[in-house]
């Protein structure tokens, strides 16, 4: 069973749609949990940090359950310049990456 | 600020050869990484430093693999000899120390083996 899970779509979604990611982990004892944003062939970057209470940052918001192990993204008013590959990163002994999940927005 | 610098950018090899990459992290970041990501996957951490020591190399694969940090600033990244298999992103980041801090990633160095 690997690590961290991540459904890779692709999500193919109008724009101004509402699109949600999950991204499940195994190890109990993470610690830290991360949204990235990778577009093609670029490196990935922080989108944001996904904290106990859950938190939010414009059109993101970001969720943690440690009960069920996972964690979401849910993005809002999709735009254009959404589409890329977001990666789920869970950090505690080691630090362990998802696949990605595609999403492409459409015009 | 300046970011993690990578070079190369690209590198076309044969199987069986060697090869190096080198990173420059971000200035006065104590925390550096190696990833490995093969198309169509997440990266995979190969080796964690913190300054000049080997926090985590559970991933890997000693007996091709390399890496050093000797002054606890650029590090080196080696596979001698390469398989085919390793035709990835190398990709290097940097954080301030570890943990919950946030990765910063450089551009990457692409590998094809041939």
């Known amino acids: 069973r690997k690590e961290v899970e991540q459904d890779p779509g692709p999500f193919n979604v109008p724009e101004g749609a509402t699109v949600a990611f999950n991204c499940t982990y195994s190890n109990s004892a993470s610690q830290s949990f991360f949204w990235y944003r990778q577009d093609c062939r670029k490196e990935p970057k922080l989108l944001m940090s996904v904290y106990s209470s859950g938190n939010e940052d414009g059109r993101f918001t970001a969720q943690l359950n440690r009960a069920s192990q996972y964690i979401s993204l849910l993005i809002r008013d999709s735009k254009l310049s959404d589409s890329a590959t977001y990666l789920c990163l869970t950090t505690g002994n080691q630090f362990y990456f998802g696949t990605g999940t595609s999403l492409t927005v459409i015009p | 600020e300046a970011g993690v610098a990578q070079s190369p950018r690209y590198k076309i090899i044969e199987k069986r050869q060697s090869v190096a990459f080198w990173c420059n992290p971000i200035?006065?970041?104590?925390?550096l990484y190696w990833y490995q990501q093969i198309l169509g996957q997440g990266p995979k951490l190969l080796i964690q430093f913190q300054n000049n020591g080997v926090v985590d190399d559970s991933q890997l694969p000693k007996d091709r693999f390399s890496a050093e940090r000797l002054k606890g600033v650029d590090s080196t990244l080696k596979i001698q000899p390469a398989k085919l298999e390793d035709s990835a992103v190398y990709l290097c980041a940097s954080s301030r120390n570890g943990g919950r801090e946030t990765q910063y990633f450089g551009p990457g160095t692409r590998l094809l083996v041939l």
């Open positions: 200035s006065g970041h104590a925390t």
